[in-house]
Every structure is written in structure tokens, then in C-alpha cells.
């Protein structure tokens, strides 16, 4: 968490930076070379890709996450006591440190005997 905060701020620093020295009026009455026109044009052109880039990441990270959370796994809960198994079909992101939910819907409290075992 503490990561997305970080390059969530640095891109709005470097976004802030080049955005500010993109828009500043020469204060002389110069005129604009073909040279200094390419490279504003070639660094909006990185700017561009860059921003797209970060984008393009941060939607893989999130639909990788989704994709990943919503995996049916089966979970075998063990009564040590009677050494009974009972199997049960979970998403991944319904499985608590005490609890879980199958895909029916049903919540499932689990002792600290019991042991469970998470199969794919």
C-alpha cells in the first residue's frame, strides 16, 4: 500500500515539474527554432508514452489482483478430533484467518483446531 502511495506522488511531482517548465512564455521576444520545436515535441512525445505506460501497468496490476482473487480453489476443513474432512469451493479472496465463504454463499467460522487445506 505504502508503495502506491510513493509512485503515486512521484508521478504527480514529475507531472507537476514538466507541465510547469512546458508552460512557462519565453520572456524574450526569440523566435522558435525548428531544433527546440522538435524537442518539445519529442519530449511530450515521451511524456505521452510514459503516462500511458504507468497506465497500462496499473490496469494489468489491478486486473491480474481481480483475476486472481476470484480463482475457485477447494479448501478441506480437518476436524482433528474426529479426523473427518469436508471439502468446500471458495473464491480466494473469501478466505479469512477464521472464516470462509463458499460460493453458495454459506460462512464458514473455523476453530483454532481445525485445519485446513487449500487445494487449487
Do not use: C, H
Not at 514538466?18 to 526569440?30: D, M, V, Y
Amino acid at each position: 500500500m505504502l508503495t502506491k502511495i510513493v509512485v503515486t506522488l512521484l508521478v504527480m511531482v514529475i507531472s507537476f515539474f514538466l507541465f510547469k517548465r512546458g508552460n512557462a512564455a519565453p520572456t524574450s521576444t526569440k523566435q522558435v527554432t525548428t531544433q527546440s520545436l522538435g524537442q518539445l515535441m519529442l519530449r511530450r512525445y515521451i511524456f505521452t508514452a510514459v503516462m500511458i505506460l504507468f497506465l497500462l501497468i496499473g490496469l494489468t496490476a489491478f486486473g491480474w489482483n481481480w483475476y486472481d482473487n476470484n480463482k475457485v480453489v477447494q479448501v478441506s476443513i480437518i476436524n482433528p478430533i474426529t479426523d473427518v474432512a469436508e471439502v468446500y469451493q471458495v473464491r480466494k479472496k473469501d478466505i479469512l484467518a477464521d472464516q470462509i465463504t463458499t460460493i453458495d454463499g454459506i460462512q464458514i467460522r473455523l476453530s483454532s483446531e481445525e485445519r485446513i487445506m487449500i487445494a487449487k
